[in-house]
């Protein structure tokens, strides 16, 4: 049995249902996950998964707060401001960056990633406003900032003198796991000049314990942030001439 009255409400323009809101949910999830990506690439917490949904989820707010209440209209005693569920989730996505900024002792790490989480929202909350040119907009000048800005840095900072730096890093045996620590030594702008590797059971897990000596001119302290953000990497310890601190 057939509901043409039911379809036609699921589907009526007018009821915030229509291929333009299924257009802009998609421009959000194509946006987000763009960002995601590319968080994916260069090996970094909160990725696509997480990005994703945060765009998705901004633009599904402001379908509902655009086109939810539109029955409500006319009522007597209801004045609706669809932009108060946009505030409320601007706020909300403040709790979800917060949770990703911590310091230990006098490094303060996650700043980057909270950032980019607060930015997908606003690409989001930008497609389901009907805003998708802004929301693109936005989504390159994130690309520009993170790789563009990065070699700006570089270039215009002060001229370093290489460094020998000790990496002591505890981590979980596992497959490709050192290939990859290595390979972010590298690429971050430093060279390996001496390996040694120990591995042991702990709670009946096999864990291994690396140190690493590097020579380079780049930030430790950005580098030691990347590796503790890598799935089974317990702890890194820096240290530079011998003398390591935690």
């Known amino acids: 049995m057939s509901h043409p ?13 229509g291929p333009r809101q299924f257009a802009e949910l998609a421009i959000a999830l194509l946006l987000s996950s763009l960002i995601g990506l590319e968080r994916e690439a260069r090996q ?44 409320q989730v601007v706020s909300g996505i403040g709790f979800i960056g917060g949770g990703l900024i911590f310091v230990k002792k006098d490094a303060v790490r996650g700043l980057t990633t909270a950032a980019t989480i607060w930015l997908t929202c606003a690409i989001g909350m ?42 002591r890093l505890t981590y979980r045996s596992q497959h490709g ?21 120990e591995t042991g059971v702990e709670d009946e897990r096999v864990s291994a314990e690396v140190l690493l000596r590097l020579e380079g001119t780049a930030s430790a302290h950005s580098l030691v942030e ?15 001439q011998g003398d390591s601190t935690e």
């Open 44 to 87: 970094k917490s909160a990725g696509l998964r997480t990005h994703t949904l945060v765009g998705v989820g901004s633009a599904l707010f402001m379908e509902v707060s655009i086109h939810g209440f539109g029955a409500l209209l006319g009522m007597d005693g209801v004045a609706l401001d669809p932009s108060r569920v946009a505030a």
């Open 177 to 197: 796991l050192l290939g990859r620590m290595l390979e972010m030594c590298t690429s971050s702008g430093f060279r390996v000049t001496d390996v040694q590797v």
């Open 226 to 240: 990347a590796l503790t953000e890598l799935d089974g990497v317990r702890g890194v310890a820096l240290g530079r």
């Open 126 to 167: 930008a497609c389901g406003g009907g805003l998708p040119l802004l929301a693109a907009g936005a989504t390159a000048v994130h690309f520009l900032i993170v790789r563009g800005f990065s070699k700006v840095s570089e270039r215009i900072g002060p001229t370093r003198l290489p460094e020998n730096v000790e990496l």
């Open 5 to 17: 009255y039911l379809a036609a409400a699921l589907f009526d323009i007018h009821s915030g249902q």
